[in-house]
């Protein structure tokens, strides 16, 4: 039961232009959205988050988008810079559980120079 | 701030051996997780544990996994015996109530 996917395994944009990650949800219940970026031999480290009661959150170059009624979110990155070439996860959770992130499958961007 | 900290980093059993890994968080957080992320995959939590109490440990494999958080601070995973598809990194992390989960590096484990 995959509640959380992202569907694209791999992303590669040319620099300065837009990267978009996309991830799907099926469980209602989810309050929170979160992105974790990994770097090769090491662990996720906190992108962005959403909360349920927003559809959009921004911080410098990364803007979180959230469909509710889509149960779709999306990770813009503008301008794409090469160091910001790894595996981006979404995650979610339910207030009622805090902390038992549900991660996607992993979206592995490539910002080629 | 001193990140998590995950001992070792990689490690190379046989299947039916026994392994065990160890997570010292972040001073002051309460809350302490241990994820399975198998390649290809994302991370999947196995346990989590509030101070030194197990708030949820649903998708831990009881009959070969455990773990245990003395005296709330650092914690232990073990696994016996092991088998070849435990092959993953097991990633702890570590946060502070409504804040997101700081993650070591992982430990990677390989089972031949």
């Known amino acids: 039961d995959q509640q959380v996917k992202q569907n694209s395994p791999s992303l590669s944009v040319q620099e300065g232009r837009i990267s978009i990650l996309n991830c799907d949800y099926t469980?209602?219940?989810?309050?929170?959205f979160l992105w974790y970026k990994k770097y090769p031999a090491e662990g996720p480290t906190f992108l962005i988050s959403?909360?349920?009661?927003?559809d959009k959150n921004e911080d410098g170059r990364f803007t979180v988008f959230l469909n509710k009624s889509a149960k779709h979110l999306s990770l813009h990155i503008v301008p794409s810079q090469p160091g910001d070439s790894a595996v981006y996860f979404c995650?979610?959770?339910?207030?009622?559980?805090?902390?038992?992130?549900?991660f996607g499958q992993g979206t592995t961007l490539q910002v080629k120079p | 701030e001193a990140g998590v900290a995950q001992s070792p980093r990689y490690k190379i059993i046989e299947k039916r051996q026994s392994v065990a890994f160890w997570c010292n968080p972040i001073s002051g957080h309460a809350t302490l997780y241990w994820y399975q992320q198998i390649l290809g995959q994302g991370p999947k939590l196995l346990i989590q544990?509030?101070?030194?109490?197990?708030?949820?440990d649903s998708q831990l494999p009881k009959d070969r996994f455990s773990a245990e958080r003395l005296k709330g601070v650092d914690s232990t995973l073990k696994i016996q015996p092991a088998k070849l598809e435990d092959s993953a990194v097991y990633l702890c992390?570590?946060?502070?109530?409504?804040?997101?989960?700081?993650f070591g590096n992982g430990t990677r484990l390989t089972v031949t």
């Open positions: 995650a979610a959770y339910g207030s009622s559980n805090t902390g038992k992130l549900i």
């Open positions: 544990f509030q101070n030194n109490g197990v708030v949820d």
């Open positions: 469980n209602s219940m989810f309050d929170y």
């Open positions: 959403i909360s349920s009661i927003k």
């Open positions: 992390a570590s946060s502070q109530e409504a804040s997101p989960l700081h």
